[in-house]
């Protein structure tokens, strides 16, 4: 110690060792707080030199051990507003200095994977730095451990930019860079932080034009663009480490398929959703969404044996599922884009859910071009801009958005999107919704469907969720239990049929068949029929259904028309289907410009061919229990394997009816004038009616 002070009071340097033998001398507790400052002031008074500065980093550093090395970073010593910028340009930036987070090292180090942003506090990475603190805070004045810092490079950056607000210590920091051996490392000053940021750029790409660089910066300063940058790195930092080698493998996923199949070669192949994810989800009850998976990283293998996702989708689809969920990340999961077109050709008209951890807009017209209706963007991972354009692009493509959520913050920015669907993981404990969900509901428009993700399995479960809750996402415990048919059958109970009426001739029949919560109404435009309603008083009826935001579909019924003016009432009308109910054949159906239920009368037992040659082209057949022109029914046997999705209706009693069509699994039932219930005279018996079909 008294060598030391000999030294620095004749004004001569410290050497290597001197300063080595300090530094050990204050960590193993032999110098005392008074001998450090004496020597730290005795330093200032005489002034540091570039090899006193130089020894005490090369010292700090091989006492430092080390967290993680990333080489191909930027150390920079400037703000956190300069640091985040600089890494929203595309550097991989490091940035050592004050507390900022909690994270571990492992964790920093995927975080700066993810962003290209990190943040090491002082102490943590240099442990020498906390042996030191109690006499620089009392000294409260700039020491040579200030200076250290500017120079010191946690990860072994090969860049490194020292930014100052004054040109003092500029040439002491050059002259011990050059005895460090730091050939990459650039120290400017200023207050121009924009300026910063272009010499970072300029130094780390090595041919820059300066000037040019200054303005690109200024341009995406102005954009914003570094604040969402920041949101993004905050948001990651709370994001699980799994979670984090997803996204990082997801993006080289995604770069691999750009080069091998780039946008442009299939966009002109992708066609607009024709399956309503979100009308699905409207019906009344809470509608499953039943999710395809083979394995997660979280629970393991799921489905053991054979795993076939057209015979999954087909049993789902068959029991009652609203939408179908297909898991597709191939690393993690086990999936594939390839399971969702399989999905999507052995399924006739259920409307598909992609999830996947979309981070780029080409997956959406990937999504959407090997089957998907909807996406899932998980807020966790995104920002409000990519959130912003992901929802516009699925927009363009008639594809509906599920935003998953699982805190308020994430919920805030899923709202200022406007989200229409928000998925959220139900908590749910013995006692009922836990706490932390419960508070997350509260905040949820009232307009916005809700989907809570739970792995039940029984029916009574379903009373603990969310009462606002319309939609429910499980697929594992279906799978993992085997008979998937009878597993959606205790959850839910059997799959109910849609209920069309018709003949409806009034806005006041109308809206009291929305009340009912019928599924279809259909107002008949044939000429010669009595129940025929007029185009003007349809527009009427219709505007008001979508004022009203009802989910009841509307059918306009034709019988050998025009295709003109078929094709003009649709669009003019916005009607959601075409009945047709003549002898149109599959080149006038396939010219429709709405989605078709064909009528086929059942004449004799081969009509059922005739029938399902049609079923490519349209969406729903309407089949008659009885043979047309005749009581005499046709044999249900025939009906409980037709493949098709069919509306059934019948010229008989109610009770008879209800009778013939239990045995039987129709896709809708259809209530016409033979059920002798005109909705003008009676609405309560139609109410009872509605009542004892839902049953």
Known sequence: MFDLLKTLGEKKPLSSEQMNSFIQGVASGKINLAQQAAVISALNVKGITAKELAALVRTISSRAQKMFSYPDALALSGTVSVATCTSALGIPVVRCGDKVDQLDFEKRKKVLEHTGLCFLEMEKSFPDFQYFSRVRKALGMETIFDVAELLLNPVGAKTQLIVLRSRDK?????????????????????????????HALKLYRKNSNLKKTYQEVKKYLLDGNANHHFSLYKKTTNTPIILLDIVAHKKYEIEKRKKKIPLKKFLKKVAPSD?????????????????????????????????????????????GARAISVLTDTQFFQGSLHHLQKVREATKDIPLLCRDYVLDEYQIYEARFFGADAILLKALILTKEHMKRFLDIAKSLKMQVVFEVHSPEELKLAIEVRAEIILVNSRITMKGISKSTTNLLKNIPADTILVCENGMTRKAQLKKLPKRTEALLTGSSFLKRGDISKNIEHLIGKPKPFLKLNGIQSLEQALYCSKLEVDMIGLDFTPKSLQRISYQLADRIIRKLHELRSPTKVVGIFENQDLAEVNTAAEKLDLDFIQLSGDEQITYIKK???????????LRKGSLNKAAKYSPSIKYLLLHLALAGSRKMIDQKMLMKFPHPYFISGNMPFEDFRAAVKPLSPTGIDMGSGFDTPVEKNFRRLGLLVKKLAA
């Not at 920091?173 to 300026?195: H, P, S, Y």
């Not at 399956?275 to 979280?298: M, N, Q, T, W």
């Not at 293998?301 to 989708?313: C, D, H, L, N, T």
């Not at 429709?592 to 059942?602: A, F, S």
Request: hydrophobic share 45%; glycine share 4%; net charge positive.
């Open 170 to 198: 500029m040439k002491l920091l050059i002259e011990a860079a050059k005895l460090l051996k730091l050939k990459r490392t650039k120290v400017i000053f200023g207050d121009d932080e924009a300026m910063h940021c272009a």
């Open 275 to 319: 399956r309503d994810f979100k009308d699905a989800l409207k019906r009344k009850g809470v509608s499953l969404i039943a999710e395809i998976l083979r394995a997660s990283p979280f629970e393991g293998k799921i489905v053991r044996g054979p795993f076939s996702v057209e015979r999954i989708a087909k049993q789902y689809e068959a029991s």
């Open 592 to 602: 429709c410009r709405r989605p078709v239920i064909k009528e086929v009368p059942l």
